[in-house]
């Protein structure tokens, strides 16, 4: 697959021209579709006949999810509803979400309603980055949900990274074992969750103005994978 560098930096430019403190979902769900890395479908909603319509063409069930250049951390602010199976759910939902963004956050601003397919649980793993002032871009791989809260299972390396290397931090956190069947449960798409950690090494090491990126969680399937949540910081004092 040919990546689009170019559609990528344009991407990141729009954030920083409107001087947003992270990239809108969509945009950064669009950013990693460019880079190759899977997303689920989705599409933004500013009305509930809209939603309706747009979850009728993905196919139930569906997330709801707000978007919003101020809010961060949307299931904090109540602005994430999963496995809705109909309309009147759809119809429900966006409401709630709603009100909740107007109780808990009442000076952001919404955007609209994401209305992504929702796809089959599976085992969770994490890919991040950094833009270290010493070291340069920093990548991390861990083991999703609450692994990563709990046990800090982590394996980090500087940028760039190529597929060996991304298949060693893999290998190296202790959780492993999961990833490749661990008692009888199916061996995971290794290779896949290394791809994803290459094109993240590209994707910082070619675009300075990425201050932060989390792709969490990334569900892993015996063959491949899907991200479902990605968060993208702007560097506002980068050089280029």
């Not at 990693?32 to 890395?37: A, E, F, K, L």
């Not at 500013?46 to 309706?52: D, R, V």
């Not at 009442?106 to 270290?132: C, F, H, N």
Request: aromatic content about 4%; glycine content about 8%; charged content about 25%.
């Amino acid at each position: 697959m040919i990546i689009q560098l170019e559609k990528a930096r344009e991407l990141i430019e729009t954030t920083l021209s409107m001087g947003r403190r992270s990239m809108l979902e969509p945009d950064a769900m669009t950013l990693m579709s460019i880079m190759g890395i899977p997303v689920p479908s989705f599409h933004l909603a500013s009305s509930i006949e809209e939603a309706q319509k747009i979850a009728e063409a993905l196919g139930y069930p569906v997330v709801l999810k707000v978007v919003s250049p101020d809010i961060t951390h949307k299931s904090d602010v109540g602005g994430v509803k999963l496995n809705i199976v109909n309309p009147h759910q759809v119809s429900e939902k966006f409401n709630e979400i709603l009100k909740n963004v107007r109780e808990k956050a009442p000076e952001a601003r919404v955007s609209g309603i994401m209305i992504q397919k929702m796809v089959p649980s599976a085992t969770e793993v994490v890919v991040g980055a950094l833009r270290d002032r010493q070291f340069g871009p920093v990548l991390m791989f861990g083991l999703g949900g609450i692994f990563i809260e709990l046990l800090k299972d982590l394996s980090f390396r500087v940028a760039p990274v190529n597929k060996d290397d991304a298949l060693d931090m893999i290998r190296e956190i202790r959780g492993y074992p999961i990833l490749i069947g661990y008692r009888g449960s199916p061996k995971l798409d290794t290779d896949a969750i290394a791809d994803v950690i290459v094109r993240v090494s590209e994707l910082m090491i070619s675009i300075d103005k990425i201050d932060q990126l989390d792709l969490n969680p990334i569900m892993v399937y015996p063959s491949g994978l899907v991200a479902l949540d990605v968060r993208i910081i702007p560097a506002y004092e980068s050089g280029g």
